[in-house]
């Protein structure tokens, strides 16, 4: 079964720096996407990236899927507090039936 | 913006009890989830629903647990006898039209305790 590997498990940044979180599979990804949550809170939908190199971008998060649609990366530029949470990837299983997430990458961000 | 929404936001039963969890998916979305996350562990997948059955399920989903779309709206998980493993953060999501290419909604999760 596919598994995400997401690095690191968590991450602790000044305000104002930039930050990259890993999210890797044991699979082609047919379909990556990037939530975040916050404790005991809902996944809120960041980005989806399908294509092998495909990278999306939204305020001042950029996600990229490589060539090999193996990995993805989640960069984060000049941080704020706000960005705090857990950050999860997921991608389809083979049938295409279900989401799958990896554990997640809990980001602090200290002022 | 339309969101799925989870009742109750919190459960607490005893073990060996039914709880029914509700979710109100997103109107024109086909296609429902229900996730878990145990404190502190990953967002597991427990089973997916399209056309009034049951698309697909994990290993954890067993003969305790069963899915409903009992009206056009609504759309349940049973618990039938609950455990004290069975307390965890549940999540309902939707999607649609397609599937594939279409991000899950999440509700905001109901915290069921077994005591």
């Known amino acids: 079964s596919q598994e995400l590997e997401q690095s690191p498990q968590s991450l602790i940044v000044q305000e104002g720096k930039n930050l990259t979180i890993n999210c890797t599979s044991s699979?082609?990804?047919?379909?990556l996407y990037w939530y975040k949550q916050k404790y005991g809170e809902g996944l809120i939908f960041l980005m989806m990236l399908q294509k092998g190199g495909e990278e999306k971008s939204h305020e001042k998060i950029t996600a990229k899927l490589d060539e090999k649609k193996q990995q993805s990366s989640l960069h984060i530029t000049a941080s704020q507090p706000s960005h705090a949470g857990i950050y999860l990837c997921g991608a389809h299983n083979q049938a295409g039936t279900a989401l799958i997430f990896g554990k997640g990458t809990t980001l602090s961000v200290s002022s | 913006e339309p969101e799925v929404t989870q009742t109750p936001s919190h459960q607490v039963t005893q073990m060996g009890q039914e709880v029914i969890l509700r979710c109100v998916p997103i109107s024109n979305h086909l296609y429902f989830y229900w996730y878990r996350q145990i404190l502190g562990q990953k967002v597991e997948f427990l089973v997916s629903f399209y056309n009034n059955e049951i698309s697909e399920k994990s290993e954890i989903f067993d003969d305790q647990f069963s899915v409903e779309r009992p009206d056009g709206s609504n759309f349940t998980l049973k618990i039938r006898s609950t455990k004290l493993e069975d307390s965890a953060m549940y999540f309902c999501?939707?999607?649609?039209?397609?599937?594939?290419?279409?991000?899950?909604?999440f509700g905001n999760g109901t915290r069921l305790t077994v005591t």
């Open positions: 699979k082609t990804l047919y379909g």
């Open positions: 999501a939707s999607t649609g039209p397609g599937q594939v290419a279409s991000p899950l909604h």
